[in-house]
Each structure stands twice: as C-alpha cells, then as structure tokens.
C-alpha cells in the first residue's frame, strides 16, 4: 500500500466484516514532538483470541476468500520502519482499536495519501454505518461524523453523486485548515 489512507480503509474494512456499526478513525500529527499516530476503534465482534498473538502475520487471516492478510503486517512494517510501532487491543464481542505510531518527519514515512476520498468511499458504500473521523495537528483538531452529517442534511445515505464531491471538499479543506499538507 502506497498511502497510509490505503492502510486505513483495509483495516475499517476488517471492521465492517466485523460487525462494527461504528468505525472511528483518528490520526494526530504534530511536528512539535515530530509524531504521527493512527487510531482506527470499532464496535465489531473483537479478534479471535485464538490468532490475537499471530495477526501481524501476512499468512494468517479470517476470511475464506484469500489465505493472507496485509492490511495489518503492512501497518505494522511501516510504523516500525520510522521507529515507531503497532499495538493492537481487541475484546471479543466488544470492538477493536488498533493503534499505529510513526516518527512524522522520518523519510520512510508514507504519505497520509487521499483520506477524505477514503472516507467518502467506506460512508458511501457502507450507509448503516457511523463513521467518526478525526484529524488533529498543532494547528487545531477537525472531527466529522457521518450520522451528524446525515442528520443534518436530512437524507439517509451519501449516495448522490454531486454530494460525495462537497463532502469530499469539505473533508479536504478542513484538513488544509488545520495545516495537513500530505492528503493528496
């Protein structure tokens, strides 16, 4: 995966084939303590406790359809490439929070990558699930939930073409506002 927006929708999508009916993805950077973390907690039935230990494994995975799972390995060499680390915490039957911690201006650091088209692609695709995302820098902190947003705009999904691009829009230049420079 090139972006870490990549890294983030496999995991939220881990999420969704859990049985999450909230996904709340939180990333924090601060170039004062030159730190990047990644917080992605759902709701879901938790991991099994019988692969918790081996699920930063590439070759081993729940599902049935492919024999390996990348989206966790992957996270996990890349937060480690920058001298940071993975932590993963999960109950069964109550929700999962996986949390990933870079040196923000180290040069192996992948670029945060196209977050708002990420989020905008799992409401879209996933109408009964509330989304929360959150983005804070020294600059300031932007939260957007998309049962808020529903409920404000009085419609059940995003599911109309010229409303995903002003969410879209509206996820990106919220993001510029708080100083992220590394979203596109």
Known sequence: MQTLALNILDIA???IRAGASRIS?????????DIMEIFISDNGSGIPESIMEKVTDPFVTTRTTRKTGMGLP???YHAELTG???SIDSIPGTGTVVKAVFSLSHVDRQPLGD?????TILMTANPGIDFLYSHKTDMGLYDFSSAETKEFLEIDDFSESTLLGDIKELLNSNLIEIGVSDFR
């Open 74 to 76: 992957l996270l996990k």
């Open 25 to 33: 993805v939180f990333v924090g950077e601060s170039e004062t303590d």
């Open 84 to 86: 940071g680390a993975l």
């Open 13 to 15: 999508q881990n999420s």
């Open 115 to 119: 977050i708002a088209g990420v989020m």
